[in-house]
């Protein structure tokens, strides 16, 4: 099936032929991700390190989940970070040795552990951010609030599945 640009939405045909600028420019496309991912990865290890030496990303990346979003039970937070419940749990384990998280039970349910961020995980978070060089921040410093914006709707467009507004597009 192929993709039309000028069908409403650019949605698949499935009767026009195939444009290769269209391929290269995925191709292209999938080159960036590429090096922007390898980019984010370095940048987590480091702030990883630089909010508990020995610390490695997967930690942070749940730690950071907890802090954004709030109290949870492990189960939401394994389903937010579309990970195994064990792995999530041993993982929760780690930042409470660190003193970064506290487990409750609920209230309503005194069987199901709430997972919470510690004012100790939070300011070390916070420091960590701030003497941190954080090189996605300084790469677009310089541009332009619309193109931030423009570029945040494009990829929260890409990773729902979603076609891009027209607003965007300028149309």
């Known amino acids: 099936m192929t993709s039309h640009p000028g069908h409403p939405g650019g949605e698949p045909t499935g009767d026009a032929p195939e444009d290769p600028s269209r391929e ?7 080159s960036s991700f590429v090096r922007l ?8 290890a ?3 390190e630089a909010t508990s030496p020995g610390m490695v990303p997967g930690t942070l990346k749940a730690f950071i989940a907890i802090e954004q979003h709030g109290p949870m039970p492990i189960s939401a937070l394994a389903e ?3 990970l195994d419940k064990g792995l999530v749990s041993r993982t929760v384990s780690e930042l409470e040795e660190l003193g970064f998280v506290e487990r ?3 209230t309503d349910d005194r069987r199901i552990r709430i997972v919470s961020a510690t004012p100790l995980g939070s300011a070390r978070l916070s420091a960590a951010r701030e003497g941190a060089e954080n090189p996605l921040s300084a790469r677009i410093h310089s541009w332009p609030t619309p193109d931030i914006e423009q ?11 979603t076609p891009p507004t027209e607003a965007v597009h300028g149309v």
């Open 24 to 30: 290269a420019a995925i191709i292209s496309l999938e």
């Open 46 to 48: 480091a702030l990883a």
């Open 151 to 161: 570029l945040r709707t494009l990829l929260d467009a890409l990773a729902d599945g």
């Open 80 to 82: 937010h970070l579309a």
């Open 37 to 44: 991912v390898r980019a984010f990865r370095a940048q987590m």
């Open 104 to 106: 409750s039970s609920a």
